[in-house]
């Protein structure tokens, strides 16, 4: 079941703290919302793990934008690498606005816990808890009403046609999902982008902190040096 996203944007109030920017902020405390993104980390963490020591068997399911349709099949190093980006940008507290982009990856991770929920993948989630900071997930069996409650309160603009709209969409028809869901053709034209995408930032390593521990990060910085055609210079 795909998550619920809010029919209209917060209103924006100039010169004043709006109710968005104080969700934004709030976002990297919120519990719920780290274990999603190390929910996210884990699995993707996982795939790569058998994706490099394993590339010939093929893998059954994609990192956590496979839950955006649209984005199905973007590279597992490069969801990575947004991942960890989204996630220090928020815990800088860089922007009080999300992009596109960060909106779409805030949804896909929050969308992951609860399939991870839903599945009763408890060792997974017990995994995921464990990293920098400890959280308590909580009662299982209300972990996807909770998750649900926080996709609706996240402070995404109307984009239910971006997120989901099915992959393999005609060029042509893009206009009128861009139209649909009010994002800037630019903004569009960057997600897209990142289904072409092959190399990565090393700044991937620094935006890890506080979402992996020192021997996940370890692990990372391990399978990038066996395949350093991965980073950019």
Known sequence: MRGTVPPHPVRRQSGTKTMETDLISQLPRN???????RV???RLLDLLL????????????????DRVPLLKGTALHVQ????????????????SELTLEEQVICFAVTDELTEVAESNDRS????????????????????????RLLQI????????????VESGIAADDLLSVRCAGGAAEEDLDALLGLLGRWRVSSRLFH???GLLTHD?????????????GLILN
């Open 153 to 164: 309160t996240l402070p995404l603009v109307p984009q239910a046609a971006v997120l989901q």
């Open 216 to 228: 996940e990060l370890d692990i990372v910085r391990g399978l990038f040096r066996e395949q350093p």
């Open 80 to 95: 990575l690498e947004r991942l960890l980006k989204t996630w220090q940008i928020l815990r800088c507290g860089e922007s």
């Open 207 to 209: 935006d890890a902190e």
């Open 50 to 65: 058998q994706e490099f020591t394993e590339p010939d068997v093929l893998q059954e399911r994609g990192g956590y934008l």
């Open 124 to 147: 997974l989630l017990r995994r995921a808890s464990q990293g920098p900071r400890r959280v308590d997930e909580g009662p299982l069996l209300w972990l996807p009403s909770r998750v």
């Open 40 to 42: 996210a980390f884990v």
């Open 31 to 37: 519990g719920l919302f780290y274990l999603a993104c």
